[in-house]
Nanobody
């Protein structure tokens, strides 16, 4: 299974970006898909998850500003990021789980200028 993330870039504080992630390969049953991020000098942290049933969950730091959704193909996941802050600057990674096995994408850099 391969994951390809897109959509990162440079944006001013208060702006918006939409990240996309497409999964390919031997995908039999997706448990959930999600986004994580890693800021410079910090550990990777969870951002949001969407289950196969469409149930979503968000980290407190992004709740109300970010929205995770699945594409019609179900092997794609999006992260709509609004009201971006400088502290949202990080490399964003998408993750897919089949059963308990995780697969990671390569990351896309989001830089928010203040």
């Amino acid at each position: 299974v391969q994951l390809q993330a897109f959509g990162g870039g440079l944006v001013q504080a208060g702006g918006s970006l939409r990240l996309s992630c497409a999964a390919s390969g031997k995908i039999s049953s997706i448990t959930d898909m999600g986004w994580y991020r890693q800021a410079p000098g910090k550990q990777r942290e969870w951002v949001a998850t969407i289950g196969s049933d469409g149930v979503t969950a968000y980290a407190d730091s992004v709740k109300g500003r970010f929205t995770i959704s699945r594409g019609n193909a179900k092997n794609t996941v999006y992260l709509q990021m609004n009201s971006l802050k400088a502290e949202d600057t990080a490399v964003y990674y998408c993750k897919l789980r089949q059963g308990w096995r995780p697969y990671w994408g390569q990351g896309t850099l989001v830089t928010v200028s203040s």
